[in-house]
Every structure is written in C-alpha cells, then in structure tokens.
C-alpha cells in the first residue's frame, strides 16, 4: 500500500484546479450551476479519495473561499480564497494535517 500523500501535495493539487474552475467561473467560461458540478466532481473524485472534505462559502464580495478539511475529524488542514479580479489563489494550510485527536496547527498563508 502507498503512504498517504502529504497534506501540502494534495493541497497543491487541489488548490490548482480549484484556481482553474474558479478562473472558468469569473471570465464567464463556466455558469454557476457548471461550476457547482466541478467542483462538486472534483470533491467526489480527488478530495474523498485522500480523506478529506471540501467546502466553499462566498468570502468578500467577489471573492471565494473553499476549505479543506480531515474528513475524519473534521479539522482545517487548508483553506483557499480566490480572487477572480487577479486571478490569484492564496493558500493558508497547516503544515500536517491534524490527526483525530489533535487541535489543528496554525495557518500559513503562501500564495499558490
């Protein structure tokens, strides 16, 4: 069996084409509803798989915030706001994804 992917290299995998759908959604090559299903798809195929749980909230006007948490505890291991106007997805993750029984760690905000 395979070791479970670091939090930070799922993160960044997810946070690529939650940069993508998003970009899709603010230039209008996306609707609503079709962006609903994407990443809707994208929860069901890639972020379950890894053990995680993803949701998404209207942050400011015009921005999106999606997080990212362990499926099993329901802690933050990440969470993303993207900004359509510069296109720029900024990332505040923890540096491991908290077990079960941990408080989770505190947030660092790179830029992906």
């Not at 995998?13 to 079709?34: H, K, N």
């Not at 948490?69 to 993750?93: D, H, K, Q, W, Y």
Request: net charge negative.
């Amino acid at each position: 069996m395979n070791p479970r992917p670091k939090t930070s290299e799922v993160c960044d995998e997810i946070a690529g084409e939650l940069r993508d759908i998003s970009t899709w959604l603010s230039s209008g090559r996306l609707d609503p509803e079709t962006f609903r299903q994407a990443v809707l798809a994208l929860e069901h195929n890639k972020v379950k798989r890894h053990g995680y749980s993803l949701s998404g909230t209207h942050a400011h006007p015009g921005l999106t915030r999606f997080t990212l948490r362990c499926a099993s505890s329901g802690n933050i291991c990440a969470e993303m706001t993207f900004n359509p106007a510069t296109g720029e997805l900024v990332r505040e993750m923890a540096d491991e994804a908290p077990q079960e029984d941990e408080e989770p760690n505190s947030l660092s905000r790179p830029r992906f």
